[in-house]
């Protein structure tokens, strides 16, 4: 299933280089809502999946915490046994002839009216856009209120965030915009994709840089070929082996968790909850 939103969500910015983060999450999402229902696997493991839009917007310290925010329960027969949730922020990679687009987002200035503006004309010709080591994250800036406000909501409530971030198929690579249709999509597997690290880690990989300072693809991957790990590979190997995410033992108690799912202002985009009920 991940593995599958992982393929989406690339594809998108393997196409279209210049993808907004927003709709990169919503293709995300979308993804994982295919699998809506429950899912009787071959073991008899019941997979339920739901999701729901929360809110989103700047809303804790006046800026949102996360993206996504998984709930992940673990039944048998029906039994609840163990509840762990997930916070992801997520940040694109930009190329590196892309300018910093993503403070506009979805609501943009002028509501609907801001679609007429002119858009840049085909007949200008085609554009290349690289994706190398010295492409930024943009939107991810050290020091920034945004980043202030994950860390101290980490140290209030004690519930860790992560970063999903996006990039394309492969590193390096190179698209062009206007797409030539018919589009033929890249054959090559999916390498580097949607991958998270943790908020801490990416702190501590960049305390000696200055404030504002967008990291590149490849301070952040450091002698690895990649940041952090596959999103797929992070949920099984990670979060269902009980090495990442927060586990729930305190549930509507929790301020950290009530302020993130349970407020209209919610300071998250939306939540999607796993239900995994073994057999007996």
Known sequence: MFATANERVTS??????????????????DALVEARGPHLTMSGTVVDIDAHFVGGGWHWQRWEIA????IINFRQRG????????????KRLYPREAEFTEDLGLA????????MAKSLPATVGPRVFRFDDSCRYRALQVGDDQWQSIAKYETTFGLP?????????AMPSQSSIPVQLPFNPPT????????????????ASTSHFSRNYAPAFGELRGGSAAPG??????????????????VVDDGAENEGLVRVFSQRGAPIAAAVRIDIDLPG
């Open 12 to 29: 998108r910015l393997d196409r279209m280089p210049t993808t907004h983060e927003e709709t990169l999450d919503f293709a995300f999402i």
């Open 67 to 70: 993206d996504l925010g998984l």
């Open 79 to 90: 039994n609840l046994l163990r509840t762990k949730v997930v916070l992801l922020q997520s």
């Open 108 to 115: 943009r200035p002028g509501g609907f009216g801001s679609l």
């Open 161 to 169: 965030i992560h970063y999903m971030l996006y990039h394309p198929r």
């Open 188 to 203: 090559i597997p999916l390498v580097t994709g949607s991958r998270v690290m943790s908020a801490s880690a990416i702190r």
């Open 229 to 246: 790990a596959p999103i797929q590979d992070f949920i099984v190997d990670e979060v269902l082996a009980c090495h990442e995410g927060y």
